[in-house]
């Protein structure tokens, strides 16, 4: 995910690193930022890894994994719906839980995700596709999938309607209880 950080003395204005990273990145990094040592309990159950060393050495420095997985697995109103993913390298595999087919992107060549390469690429899925099947056995060791509805569509949500329409019922309250309303422009 795109990551802005600014540590005085440490980082050096203009430098950029890429390295994929991950939110569960910053439990082991803001302790280590500090001088501190996560114990080695907690260390354990956190998948995420020191940034300090891309943050010190942004050039050459790596972190010691293959792969980024994520799983999302609720409905969100800007359109997210739940989906598990994996980031190896320039590649990413989508799979959308309630519905539609895998995905396959190379985000060296399409960092916007318009074509899906999953019928071009068989051996690159297939070769990811055991990094879902890694995914899906944390996710139930991790009761993640006992989520209601988390394997069927919500017959509620609409992608077009949910960002319009949480706008204007988030608008209509603000209004309702500030004299400074907000109007969006659409």
């Known amino acids: 995910m795109p990551t802005i950080i600014h540590w005085p003395g440490i980082t050096t204005p203009g430098t950029a690193s890429h390295v994929p990273v991950i939110t569960v990145d910053f439990f082991p990094t803001i302790p280590g930022a500090a001088g501190l ?23 050459t420095a790596t972190l010691n994994r293959a792969a980024v997985f994520w799983h999302y697995p609720h409905y969100h109103m800007m359109g997210t719906i739940p989906h598990s993913a994996v980031r ?6 989508i799979e959308r839980h309630a519905a539609g087919p895998l995905e396959l992107y190379n985000l060296a060549d399409d960092i916007h995700e318009d074509h899906n390469l999953i019928n071009l690429q068989p051996e ?5 596709r ?14 993640a999938h006992s989520q209601p509805g988390l394997r069927s569509p919500n017959p509620h949500w609409s992608q077009k309607r949910s960002w319009l329409e949480s706008t204007i019922t988030g608008t ?3 209004q309702k ?9 659409f």
Not at 88 to 93: D, F, R, T, Y
Not at 130 to 143: D, E, F, K, Y
Not at 177 to 185: H, I, K, L, N, V
């Open 124 to 128: 690159r899925t297939a070769e990811l």
């Open 177 to 185: 209880s500030s004299d400074r309303a907000f109007s969006p422009s």
């Open 130 to 143: 055991q990094s879902p099947a890694r995914l899906a056995r944390i996710c139930c060791s991790t009761n």
């Open 172 to 174: 209509e309250i603000r």
């Open 88 to 93: 190896a390298g320039e590649w990413k595999l």
């Open 37 to 59: 040592k996560v114990p080695q309990d907690l260390h354990a159950k956190s998948d995420g890894q020191s940034l300090v060393p891309l943050l010190r050495d942004p050039d």
